[in-house]
């Protein structure tokens, strides 16, 4: 049972800008700083985004983060074939005393 | 380079006990927390807990409170979690993963694939 809630799936054509959306609370992402993974199908999750809007070295900048309140978002701009994937949003959840995960997003290249 | 390699697939029975093992290299295994998280077939991420390699010291979910317990033996940079009372719902892919100094997980293992079937 997540507590960070993402909209099931995402879409568009490559080229087009999708965004994906993570709502939480105050007590982890009001509180915390929120990370984002990419996870391709039957491999382990990898880090896209830290520190909210961070990326990690060897990631491209068309992806990029932001937080607002108690809620975060993903952006994936000039959207390509390799960008079908799983997204997961993360924070540390103060109330819970541990991480917490999203729901996840597929997304899906047209 | 970093590399976190876990133990090999599980077929266990209903109730009884799983252990998974994760070695770490290619950096000091007592700076960096160890996180477990898993992955039920077709669905999202479910975090575990935590254990500082250091001192040893852990923090689990509460789902898993009482069932879960996570070790270490620094003399061969390995971390452990084993699981008990196991039942059908966890039967998943069990991920050992390196957090960072932002709590983000910048290194995650190549997952262990735990059955529970009779």
């Known amino acids: 049972q997540s507590v960070l809630t993402q909209p099931p799936s995402a879409s568009g054509t490559p080229g087009q800008r999708v965004t994906i959306s993570c709502s939480g609370s105050g007590s982890n992402i009001g509180s915390n700083l929120i990370n984002w993974y990419q996870q391709l199908p039957g491999t382990a999750p990898k880090l896209l985004i830290y520190?909210?809007?961070q990326r990690p070295s060897g990631v491209p900048d068309r992806f990029s983060g932001s937080k607002s309140g108690t809620s975060a978002s993903l952006a994936i701009s000039g959207l390509q074939s390799d960008d079908e994937a799983d997204y997961y949003c993360?924070?540390?959840?103060?109330?819970?005393?541990?991480?917490?995960f999203g729901t996840g997003t597929k997304v899906t290249v047209l | 380079q970093v590399q976190l390699v876990q133990s090999g697939a599980e077929v266990k029975e209903p109730g009884a006990s799983v252990k998974v093992s994760c070695k770490a290299s290619g950096y000091t295994f007592t700076s960096y927390d160890l996180y477990w998280v898993r992955q039920a077939p077709g669905q999202g991420l479910e975090w575990m807990g935590w254990m500082n390699p250091n001192s040893g010291n852990t923090g689990y979910a509460q789902k898993f409170q009482g069932r879960v317990t996570m070790t270490r033996d620094t003399s061969i940079s390995t971390a452990y979690v084993e699981l008990s009372s196991l039942r059908s719902e966890d039967a998943a892919v069990y991920y050992c993963?390196?957090?960072?100094?932002?709590?983000?997980?910048?290194?995650w293992g190549q997952g262990t694939l735990v059955t529970v079937s009779s």
């Open positions: 993963a390196r957090a960072a100094g932002y709590r983000e997980i910048d290194y």
């Open positions: 520190n909210n809007n």
């Open positions: 993360a924070a540390w959840d103060d109330s819970l005393n541990g991480q917490v």
